[in-house]
């Protein structure tokens, strides 16, 4: 008899394939499971990660917002010692307006090329699998 399908701590008798197929289904299961149990937990890690960091990013957007805030500020200033106030006001608006539209326009014009938000390549993919299985079928 041959060492294949030998447990040690058996006798010489071999294991049936439903023992083996049962052991290795047993085995799958568990390591499925504790490969879902590391995701979950890298994922856990990951989502605090990027919790932190998308609330540093959010306070470095209002700091820069009060900086620019504080430029406009320091521009009407400078500007009012020419001109009076209310048309250094005026000019920094206009300026600050001016640059808003063409942002504006170059976000709207990236929007454009970007297409369809839904994932086209993906949903080609599947349509390809899907026919591909049709025609396999029909054979």
């Given amino acids: 008899m041959s060492a ?14 439903g ?12 390591l499925v499971r504790e490969e879902m149990q590391l995701a979950r937990a890298e994922m856990t890690q990951k989502g605090k990660r990027f919790g932190a960091g998308g609330g540093l990013f959010g306070g470095a957007g209002l700091v820069g917002f009060l900086a620019v805030q504080s430029l406009a500020a320091a521009a009407i200033a400078a500007l009012a010692l020419l001109l009076p106030v209310w048309a250094s006001a005026l000019i920094t608006i206009a300026l600050l307006a001016a640059v808003a539209a063409v942002m504006a326009a170059a976000g709207k014009k990236q929007i454009a090329k970007a297409g369809t938000p839904a994932p086209e ?5 599947v349509k390809a699998d899907v026919a591909e299985i049709k025609e396999a079928a029909h054979r």
């Fill in 19 to 30: 023992d083996l197929v049962s052991r290795a289904s047993q085995q799958i299961s568990e």
């Fill in 121 to 125: 390549q993906a949903i080609d993919s």
């Fill in 4 to 17: 294949v399908g030998r447990h040690p701590g058996h006798s010489s008798t071999e294991e049936s394939v």
